[in-house]
Nanobody
Framework: EVQLVESGGGLVQPGGSLRLSCAAS????????MSWVRQAPGKGLEWVSS????????RYADSVKGRFTISRDNAKNSVYLQMNNLKPEDTGVYYC????????????WGQGTQVTVSS
């Protein structure tokens, strides 16, 4: 059974930091690019960041560039999102998603973890 389990969300004040984790199982994690996608209250899905299967290439949405860092540990089947200098507009549910090479869509999704940035 394929599983992506996110953790690390919570309530943080503006300017604070959180580190999200996503633990994968049930598929060959090291063969998949991984992404973080978020959904703000009442809005659609927004791509946040991606990392390739080997971890050597990363991309970020302009809205988080310079504040967020994506990383992965293929030995632990995990992907992470370090979020610094958080802003209220970063509030939302954060999902990790897996995409196989050549796939035009995300193949697997986690259940999401809530991040709330508020004073």
């Amino acid at each position: 059974e394929v599983q992506l389990v996110e953790s690390g969300g919570g309530l943080v004040q503006p300017g604070g930091s959180l580190r999200l984790s996503c633990a994968a199982s049930g598929f060959t994690f090291s063969s998949y690019a991984m992404s973080w996608v978020r959904q703000a209250p009442g809005k659609g899905l927004e791509w946040v960041s991606s990392i390739n299967s080997g971890g050597g290439s990363t991309r970020y949405a302009d809205s988080v560039k310079g504040r967020f860092t994506i990383s992965r540990d293929n030995a632990k089947n995990s992907v992470y999102l370090q979020m610094n200098n958080l802003k209220p507009e970063d509030t939302g549910v954060y999902y990790c998603a897996a995409q196989n090479a050549g796939s035009l869509k995300y193949d697997y999704w986690g259940q999401g973890t809530q991040v709330t940035v508020s004073s």
